[in-house]
């Protein structure tokens, strides 16, 4: 609970730059001690600015929630899309696995898979999936320290090397519209260049992410083979998994 709510706060300032401590509070439905302590943690690790009676983005700049909030929440609802993405992969397929926590638990649900080659820009997954006899290929690249991800030329190049059969990825926000964005515009790039060399797209959102929108374009939902998702969306997605 308290990562989900730190999560909140991040998305609120990110949206609105400056909130106050009131305003977060009537918005999360927590008192004004417990949201006074969630700043004061939030800025000793120097992802928020406190100013008189709230808070305010670092640099008036977007930030990527970090990943120790994302992984705490909704991991119920990762886990189930996961499951079911887990169930779209067959034997001697070669897989692409994003950095994102909604699909870092795809290879707790691959084990009984054979012949698989998995490649993945996470610095997490590779170890998770060490036992399961897969080829486990991590891109390599410069490291963000707040999603455990491998971006950059490196990244770039290494994933290009291959064809995939299938592509797991998530992202920051599903607009309205069904426009597909995201906060890192490198882990954005790197997304992009996988998207040209494979056969079937796969996109894990839940619907926390409906009806938002962040700064870099990855897709449009018309534009996925299939969406995992919780609940269904109001905007049009051709095909889509409700788990």
Known sequence: MKNERQEK????????????????ADSLYASLPTIRRDLSELARRG????????????ND???????????????EIKIRMSRAAAK????????????????????????????LTVVTNSAVLPAKLADFGFDVHCTGGRLIESSLCFVGSRAIKYAGDFH?????????????????????????????AVFSGTDKKILLCDSSKFNKSAAFF?????????????????????HKLIV
């Open 61 to 75: 700049r977007r930030l990527a929630v970090p990943f120790d909030f994302r992984t705490g929440s909704g991991r």
């Open 164 to 192: 995939f059969d299938i592509m797991f990825f998530s992202s920051s926000a599903v607009s309205e519209t069904g426009i597909v964005t995201d906060y890192s515009q490198t882990e954005t790039e790197l997304r992009r």
């Open 9 to 24: 706060i991040i998305e609120i300032l990110n949206e609105k730059e400056y909130a106050t401590v009131g305003y977060l």
């Open 88 to 115: 779209l992969v067959s034997d001697g397929d070669t897989v692409f696995i994003d950095g994102s926590t909604s699909c870092m638990h795809i290879g707790d649900f691959l084990r009984n898979r054979k012949n």
């Open 218 to 238: 990855v897709t449009r939902s018309s534009g996925v083979d299939l969406m995992i998702t919780d609940k269904n969306p109001d905007f049009e997605c051709a």
């Open 47 to 58: 992802l928020i600015q406190r100013s008189h009676g709230g808070a305010a983005i670092v």
